[in-house]
């Protein structure tokens, strides 16, 4: 089960990665959008499909707990994407990486880390230990 889950994730990380690669792209070649704030608008959005696409696609969660869902993923969330946020920053601030690469840099980082503490979140104790051996 949690290979299966692990394998949804990587689909759903990818896809909201496009979404970054491409949003982000789209605002600061299309409408002159610094790149830090469209990297801001990028997390900001992306939180949102991720909380949806989690929920219903990785971990098949039918929990009616979705407010303590959301705002547990909420915080741990806010908390890796400010890390990342800052992470973006620092770098870019050296001037010698193109964004686009910094993003994938950014992402890539905090990728299986999520995994382990999104897990949690939506697979709830009684059905973590009931799919023990």
Known sequence: MK????LRYILQSSGIFLFHMIFV????????????????????LAFLIGFYTLRTFVFNSSSNRIASSFFLMLAS???????EFYAFKYLDSFNSYNYL???AF???????LK???YRPIFVYRS???????
Do not use: C
């Not at 969330?77 to 890390?83: A, E, K, T, Y």
């Not at 950014?106 to 299986?112: D, H, K, M, N, P």
């Not at 059905?127 to 051996?133: A, C, E, I, Q, V």
């Open 3 to 6: 290979s299966r889950q692990f």
């Open 25 to 44: 792209y789209t605002l600061v070649q299309g409408f002159d959008v610094g790149s830090s704030v469209a990297f801001g608008f990028s997390i900001s």
């Open 77 to 83: 969330s806010l908390v890796f994407r400010v890390g």
């Open 101 to 103: 690469l910094l993003v």
């Open 106 to 112: 950014v992402l890539t980082g905090s990728f299986v």
């Open 115 to 117: 995994f382990l503490v």
């Open 127 to 133: 059905k973590l230990s009931s799919s023990k051996p």
